[in-house]
Structure formats: structure tokens, C-alpha cells
């Protein structure tokens, strides 16, 4: 088994690897043995930090309609064998039932779905309308103190958001987030990149955990070929989505002289980040577990000159 790079989530958190798998709009969509196959690459190629996530059922062959993705993420990881104490799982508060549901209630249904006693990390979205800041860390630091979860972060927070809730942390006397999970790729450089967001997290001692850094796939170049299958490939004609349909072939060809795939090199730009403590991806298959995996290797083979011109793709 591989030890892919090891980084201290934030000044408080547990240690995570570099990279870390996903689960969004994925699992639910493919044969158990394949999902099994995936998570088995991942840990193999030293892959510690597992990301999960309660959404809708979007395939309408669900048992339930919403959660069935945490019942899914449980089977697979029993399934694959992976031990539960080598690893760090996250999940996510989404406050969607609040007030009616509290942040244990919530936690306590993700965790029977998924066949779990507690998660290492549990991300809170931004406070629902009515809760305020310290109300929110107040009853997130419940579930540490409860044993439920391990440690905590925020999902897609702003920047002052996120220095007010390390504020009330201490005003508490508990623990702060030791984690942001924020977009970051080459074609989204905001907010990671902003010098607000950049005081808020050093400051609170906060790692990223970059999120939706392939920008739904669009940077591996799979859809550069016409026809090509995909959830994205629908998309290529959206604003959001053209900026990575732009710089595609670009990155593709950086890649070629680097020896590398595109992947591996978009994957590698938020690595080199020192804001970053570990770069999510999400995987369909065993094989692109591992040439995702690629992009610790890639990265250590840069020169000062490969960054810049890795940095020079989609610049603003």
C-alpha cells in the first residue's frame, strides 16, 4: 500500500491524505463490485480521507428519496474492508429540516444510514436563516463533545462568516473549524485565492480541502472528442462550464510535454497550494482512482518553470 502525502487538516485537525475520494452523484450510479473496486484502489494507493454526503435520489430507483447515497457509501466501504480506524470519514450538516431537526438529529440519521457509530469530520453548511454563528458552533461542538464526530469544518462558507465562527469558538472555549471544503481549479481560482478568504483561514488556522478541482471532469479533457458521454457533457455550453471547456486543450497539451495526463496535472495545481491540506476528487473507476493518484508524483516532479506554465493555464 501506498502512503500518498500526509497533511495536518488545519492546526487542530486529524491528519488526512493528500488526496482524498469522494462520493457525490457517483456510487448510486454504478455496480456494487465496481464501487467497491474503487474504494479498494483509493485506500491502495494510500488514500486515508473518505468525503460522503447525504443528497436526493436522482436515479428515481432509490428505496428512499433522500440518504440513499449514505446507505450506499456504508455497504461499499464495509464491502471493500477498509478499517474504519485508518481512516477519516467526513459528512455534511445541511440544516435542511431545521428548526424541526436539530444538528444531532441530523447527524444521527447520516450515521444510521450509513452503518457508523460516529464520522472523523462533519462539515456545517452556512447558518440557515434564524441560527446565528455561535448558535451553530455551539450545537456542532455538541456532536464532538457527544462523540459523534471527531473534528469540524465549514462548507462553502464566506470569509467573514467563517472568522466570526472562530470567534465564537473561542469566546466558547471549543473547538474551531479545522477545515474548509472550497471550489479550487485552475478556472476557479476564487474564493481560495482571495486575500479575505486567505486572512480567514490562516488566521483561524483552517486547511482547504479543494473541491470540484477537475471542474466536473471538463479539465481531464474527456470532452474534448465530439460525443463524448458523461453528467457534464450536456453542460459544455454553460457559462460555468466554458471557462474549462476553454483552457481544456491547453492543459492537454502542458500535459503531453510534461509526460503527465491532464488530470494528473489539474489535480496537481491545488496541491501546490499551501493553503490546501488535501485535493477531493470523485472516481467511476478503479483505473482513474489511480491516474488521478498520479498528480503527488507529478507535482514533485515540477520544476519552478512546469508550475508557473501549470499556473499560466486558465489565468485570469
Not at 433522500?66 to 455534511?92: H, I, P
Not at 441560527?131 to 458552533?137: C, E, G, I, K
Not at 471542474?215 to 481531464?220: I, R
Request: aromatic residues 6%.
Amino acid at each position: 500500500m501506498r502512503t500518498a502525502g500526509r497533511r495536518h487538516l488545519g492546526s487542530c485537525g486529524p491528519e488526512v491524505s493528500a488526496l482524498s475520494l469522494g462520493s457525490w452523484r457517483t456510487y448510486e450510479r454504478l455496480p456494487a463490485h465496481t464501487g467497491i473496486a474503487i474504494m479498494r484502489a483509493a485506500r491502495a494507493e494510500g488514500i486515508t480521507f473518505f468525503d460522503d454526503a447525504r443528497y436526493d435520489d436522482e436515479t428515481g430507483a432509490a428505496p428512499i428519496p433522500t440518504g440513499y447515497s449514505e446507505v450506499v457509501f456504508g455497504e461499499l466501504f464495509r464491502g471493500a474492508g477498509l478499517r474504519r480506524d485508518e481512516v477519516v470519514v467526513a459528512n455534511k450538516l445541511w440544516w435542511e429540516f431545521w428548526p424541526e431537526q436539530d444538528a444531532q438529529a441530523e447527524l444521527d440519521g447520516s450515521l444510521r444510514r450509513m452503518g457508523f457509530d460516529h464520522v472523523d469530520l462533519i462539515y456545517a453548511s452556512a447558518p440557515p436563516p434564524g441560527m446565528s454563528t455561535a448558535d451553530l458552533v455551539g450545537a456542532v461542538s455538541g456532536l464532538i463533545t457527544a462523540g459523534k464526530a471527531r473534528a469540524w469544518g465549514v462548507l462553502n462558507w464566506p470569509p467573514a462568516v467563517i472568522t466570526e465562527a472562530v470567534q465564537a469558538a473561542r469566546t466558547l472555549g471549543v473547538a474551531p473549524p479545522c477545515a474548509a471544503q472550497l471550489p479550487y481549479s485552475l478556472v476557479q481560482r476564487p474564493p481560495v485565492e482571495d486575500p479575505a478568504m486567505a486572512t480567514a483561514l490562516q488566521a483561524g488556522g483552517i486547511g482547504v480541502v479543494a473541491s470540484f478541482c477537475l471542474a466536473g471532469g471538463v479539465l481531464s479533457g474527456k470532452y474534448r472528442s465530439a460525443g463524448a458521454a458523461g453528467r457534464a457533457a450536456g453542460t459544455l455550453d454553460q457559462p460555468r462550464v466554458a471557462p474549462a471547456v476553454s483552457v481544456a486543450g491547453e492543459l492537454a497539451a502542458l500535459a503531453g510535454r510534461l509526460g503527465t495526463t491532464a488530470a494528473a496535472l489539474a489535480l496537481a495545481f491545488p496541491l501546490a497550494s499551501p493553503a490546501v491540506a488535501s485535493v477531493l476528487f470523485g472516481a467511476t473507476s478503479p483505473e482513474q482512482v489511480r491516474e488521478n493518484c498520479a498528480a503527488i508524483s507529478v507535482l514533485d516532479g515540477l520544476a519552478d518553470e512546469d508550475i508557473a506554465a501549470l499556473r499560466g493555464v486558465g489565468s485570469p
